[in-house]
């Protein structure tokens, strides 16, 4: 993966395991109806999906993926309606930061 795609992928604001504005291009499995706040638990009762990107393809096109994925492997790309997710990441979480008050 070039250093370009990689400086990109870091720039996704995540939400825990969701973001807007970025997709996991490949490895699709189906394609939903449907608005992005259902994508995710479609994908969760799929059996096979590990991820998913939303679109707004015809009202609204939840893409569902398979395929050992993480966060770092979504790409970021213009359209700020669009919604990527992952099921589970499958790179170690950063510890939680704890407090010292």
């Known amino acids: 993966m ?3 795609i990689l400086a990109l992928a870091n720039r996704i604001r995540w939400q825990g395991n ?3 504005s970025c997709d996991f291009p490949g490895n699709d499995i189906n394609d ?3 608005s992005s706040e259902e994508c995710g638990e ?3 009762r799929t059996p096979e999906c590990t991820h998913f990107t939303w679109t707004a393809w015809q009202d609204g096109t ?3 993926k398979k395929g050992v994925v993480s966060k770092s ?3 970021q790309i213009a359209d700020k309606t669009q919604v990527c997710g992952i099921i589970s990441d499958s790179e170690p979480s950063d510890p939680p930061l704890t407090s010292t008050s």
């Open 42 to 44: 479609e994908c969760s």
């Open 62 to 64: 939840c893409w569902l």
């Open 73 to 75: 492997q979504a790409i």
């Open 32 to 34: 939903v109806h449907g």
């Open 18 to 20: 969701w973001a807007f």
């Open 2 to 4: 070039n250093s370009m």
